[in-house]
């Protein structure tokens, strides 16, 4: 094992356990700049330890993780891997090698363009490696066999959705046509996957967790509601699902409230924060239902997620953003809520329906300031600065943002940003996720 993979696999490990040691923290900046300086330097000429370190070393800061992908995955090619090596001469171990890195690759590239709405980097088309088989895993010690072939499954499906319905060229049509023939595939990955890695809360481990937050958060991203929605964009309200978003909602909060249970949440890759990010958008939706009940679950839910999206903060910037920014909008609803219980407009009680029905929007519009600033960060920064996510929270720009491309606004799909900003209150409408820094955010008001 080369050093810079040595420090590499040190620094994933120093991450797992910073739930159960706080003195591990101070460790992971230490083995990631070791690992960064040595695989930079090119010490040694083992290129495969280099693909390794390089999609290891996503586990140090969210807004290096893109780059580093990049990295490992040019520089597999470079070195073939895309290929199919079982024909070739080389020796038995390193034919499983090549295959099983492949679509590793494969997966942490499939995963951050979700996240971030960002191209692929790797096109299956332009690869003829063989599916993962068990005999692949050959040598390898109480290995993840099935969870690193259905994980791979899944990703493929995600790949695939993705390209086919969520590209800029597609029409409103194809994109419904898409989302269809994907609830089938989903629908039979998970009559097929085995037990060792089907949901359990009462035994849950990280494995089993990363495989159901990627498929919900995937399920949550395909179905929630369009912001928005114009007479063009009626034919999507077909793929709106409230049963399945809010069952994907609920999975996620309890995958992450199982965790936080056993202080196992350190032990999640950096797309747990985005998986969180999706969940707490759609559920903020529900807040002020006006079904009690289901407000009630989703106050529930919220506070797991919060709790969740704290601990997340201590080992993640991106999280770190996330929390100051949701704290600060939770803070303002529950004032609202409080406001409009205690003082009761006098107007309102002579009002007619539609007055009665302005003035209530109206008070829920003053009661929250909606941000919409546009905050960078240098990708050297590791740091959230707090004055900074008070900039994002209350500064107040103009509530459009003109496509690059064709000059339209952008409402219910940027293709800049896939799948991001998708929500069904007015209030959280066009919450983009714009992922080319450490935390950078385009939010605006969405009401017509």
């Not at 290995?143 to 791979?152: K, L, P, R, S």
């Not at 793929?239 to 350190?266: M, N, Y």
């Not at 943002?401 to 064709?406: A, M, P, W």
């Amino acid at each position: 094992m080369s050093l810079a993979l040595l420090n590499a696999v040190l620094l994933v490990g120093a991450h797992a356990l910073t739930s159960q040691d706080d003195s591990m923290v101070s460790l992971l900046p230490v083995f990631f700049q070791r690992a960064k300086m040595l695989v930079e330097s090119r010490v040694g000429h083992d290129r495969l330890g280099y693909i390794q370190a390089a999609l290891l070393m996503t586990w140090h800061a969210d807004v290096d993780a893109w780059h580093w992908i990049g990295v490992a995955t040019r520089t597999a090619m470079a070195l073939g891997v895309h290929r199919d090596a079982s024909h070739s001469k080389m020796l038995p171990v390193y034919k499983r090698s090549f295959t099983r890195l492949w679509w590793i690759l494969f997966q942490f590239d499939t995963i951050s363009s979700a996240s971030a709405g960002r191209p692929q980097v790797i096109n299956l088309a332009d690869s003829d490696v063989p599916d993962l088989q068990y005999s692949h895993f050959e040598g390898i010690p109480a290995a993840e066999m099935d969870f690193v072939i259905y994980q791979t499954e899944l990703c493929k499906i995600i790949s695939q959705t993705m390209r086919d319905g969520f590209s800029p060229r597609v029409s409103m049509e194809t994109r419904v046509q898409v989302i269809r023939r994907t609830d089938e595939y989903l629908g039979e990955f998970m009559l097929q996957i085995p037990a060792s890695i089907q949901l359990r809360f009462s035994n849950l481990n990280t494995w089993q967790s990363v495989l159901h937050l990627t498929y919900y958060n995937f399920v949550l991203l395909l179905h929630r509601p369009t912001p928005n929605a114009n007479m063009e964009d009626q034919i999507l309200e077909a793929c709106d699902d409230a049963i399945l978003c809010r069952e994907a909602t609920v999975a996620i909060g309890s995958i992450f409230e199982a965790l936080f249970s056993q202080k196992a949440i350190s032990t999640l890759w950096f797309y747990s924060n985005h998986a969180l990010f999706t969940a707490i958008i759609y559920i903020l939706n529900q807040f002020n239902s006006g079904t009690p009940l289901l407000a009630a679950k989703s106050r529930h839910t919220l506070d797991i997620f919060l709790a969740s999206l704290r601990e997340l903060a201590r080992y993640w910037t991106y999280a770190k953003g996330l929390l100051q920014l949701f704290e600060q909008r939770v803070s303002k609803l529950k004032e609202g809520d409080l406001a409009r219980a205690d003082a009761p407009s006098l107007t309102s009680q002579y009002a007619t329906p539609e007055q009665s029905g302005s003035q209530i929007l109206d008070s829920r519009l003053n009661s929250i300031t909606v941000a919409s600033s546009q905050q960078h960060m240098s990708e050297t920064s590791s740091e959230w600065n707090d004055g900074n996510a008070q900039v994002l929270a209350n500064s107040i720009t103009e509530p459009s943002r003109l496509d690059s491309n064709n000059g339209e606004m952008a409402t219910s799909f940027d293709p800049t940003v896939g799948f991001s900003g998708a929500s069904q209150d007015p209030l959280l409408d066009d919450l983009l996720l714009l992922d080319d820094s450490v935390f950078d955010f385009l939010l605006y008001e969405g009401i017509n």
